[in-house]
């Protein structure tokens, strides 16, 4: 997370001049050390690898569609991305895929049939030989499928686009560039059991079998002596329960749990299912812990909340008692009908490389044994009990320039109102999450005319160059875990 500004050593970093500029900070706590995840990094050490950096094919049709002013990414004109008779709606499984989970998911899928057949026949499944197979990019996927760059036609490939599998299985880049195009959405768990349980949850919802109060939750933690939590707690949800609560006054009720009411006893009533809303939002730092250490497969990930006293007063591994938890969560009597969004480190997956070593070592640091999807999104969503519909949340690190950004004055809160606005407004998740997307293509449009300009001759700014590739990332890296024709389950109005 960007928080302070200091002064760099001109003969630490060659080329700098003895001028003050901001290190960039990661949110996110080590649970192992209870330390910060990661040393800060210089806008300068940023630069250099964003310099190094080899064109992504995927950023073309950003860049195209930028150009030709399209009102969104996403459905061609004139068909709603709302309505699954227009969109369409598809699964990808792995090609060698258990047979097993696709008869798990097939209340859901005969559901998804019936939706997307209601004009035509815009209903996909792709597995077997048709399926994801290694190595597989989005524009061969496309191909294969007689569909290419541009606007979403549901006759050849579906808007709504759903996978099955573990990031291992079917890779977070795969996914990354298919979101550019279309709604994506992905699951895994570990057995049949739950997928069979997630797709209960799903068919009760839209059968308005599983209802939720109007309510909507936004929770940030505010830790002692911790500027990243303050400035997500003071400019990200406070702000934003404030103007929903405006909004929607007489017609939802909106709280705000803040600070000392961030508690973990609050957090498991909410995202445990005792006192679940239809909305849930937070904002924390993520647990996280090493490659190897056994915690990582069940806490990877986890919500920090307001128990932990800060980095001034806490040395050591972090108590369980301080992070909500896939453990905490199974507890739970189930948060059935739920969607959530989180603002955290991890607190979607984890890739097996950490993004930014990669680039900054001689060697790519590995963070774990193999990519993972958060424990905690996958126990919320296959609770036996009753599960989530969606969990929104970030792989990687969760940077602030999400929400702030330097020189402007006041929060950047616009990606994030627009879709809670979407939400709230009944319309689909997928289609809710487009503004990152526009986001994406706003931030790669700019980064790659900057990129062009210093290889050209401009003189390098190495802040322009690491606040635009950090806040691109960022955008890049909020996924769905869950089906991305999901809505919140208010019932039918």
Excluded at 5 to 14: I, Q
Excluded at 174 to 203: C, H, K, M, W
Aim: with cysteine; charged share 20%.
């Amino acid at each position: 997370m960007w928080c302070a500004r200091r002064t760099l050593d001109t003969a630490s970093h060659p080329g700098a001049n003895s001028v003050t500029l901001p290190l960039l900070h990661a949110n996110g706590i080590d649970g192992a050390t209870g330390s910060y995840l990661a040393a800060p990094v210089s806008a300068a050490q940023i630069a250099s690898f964003v310099l190094d950096l080899r064109e992504d094919p995927a950023l073309d049709d950003l860049r195209l569609r930028r150009q030709l002013a399209e009102p969104h990414l996403g459905i061609r004109r004139g068909l709603d991305a709302n309505d699954l008779a227009d969109a369409g709606w598809g699964v990808i499984f792995a090609r060698d895929a258990d047979p097993a989970l696709r008869e798990a998911l097939s209340p859901l899928l005969d559901l998804r049939r019936a939706q997307a057949g209601a004009k035509r026949l815009r209903y996909r499944e792709y597995s077997g030989e048709s399926g994801f197979v290694p190595d597989l990019r989005k524009d061969a996927f496309l191909a294969a499928n007689n569909a290419g760059p541009g606007p979403t036609n549901p006759d050849r490939v579906p808007y709504y686009l759903l996978l099955v599998g573990d990031p291992a299985a079917i890779p977070y880049e795969f996914q990354y560039q298919l979101d550019v195009q279309y709604a994506v959405g992905r699951i895994a768990f570990e057995t049949p059991q739950q997928y069979a349980n997630y797709a209960a949850s799903v068919v009760a919802a839209e059968s308005g079998r599983i209802v939720r109060p109007r309510r909507a939750v936004f929770f940030g933690t505010r830790n002692p002596n911790d500027e990243a939590t303050g400035l997500s707690a003071d400019h990200l949800v406070a702000p934003l329960a404030a103007t929903f609560a405006e909004r929607q006054a007489g017609r939802w009720d909106v709280q705000a749990l803040l600070g000392a009411d961030a508690a973990k006893p609050r957090l498991a009533a909410l995202a445990g299912g005792v006192e679940a809303p239809a909305l849930l939002f937070t904002a924390s730092h993520g647990v996280a812990f090493p490659a190897g250490d056994p915690r990582q497969s069940r806490h990877q990930g986890a919500l920090l909340c307001q128990e932990w006293p800060g980095p001034l007063d806490h040395v050591g591994e972090l108590p369980e008692d301080y992070y909500y938890s896939a453990d905490d969560a199974r507890a739970g009597v189930g948060p059935s009908g739920l969607v959530s969004f989180h603002f955290a480190c991890y607190g979607a997956g984890t890739p097996q490389f950490d993004e930014f070593s990669r680039r900054l070592d001689t060697q790519p640091r590995q963070i774990a044994p193999r990519p993972l999807i958060a424990p905690l999104a996958q126990q919320m969503l296959g609770h036996a009990g009753g599960g989530a519909l969606a969990f929104i949340g970030h792989v990687e690190r969760a940077w602030a320039y999400a929400f702030a950004w330097p020189g402007a004055e006041g929060a950047q809160l616009a990606v994030f109102e627009d879709t809670l606005g979407s939400l709230f407004d009944g319309c689909t998740v997928g289609y809710a999450m487009e503004v990152f997307n526009e986001r994406y293509a706003e931030l790669a449009t700019e980064l790659a005319t900057e990129l062009a300009a210093v290889r050209n001759g401009r003189k390098r700014d190495d802040l322009t160059l690491a606040r635009m590739w950090t806040a691109l990332n960022d955008a890049r890296n909020h996924v769905i875990v869950g089906d991305p024709a999901v809505r919140l389950a208010l019932g039918r109005s």
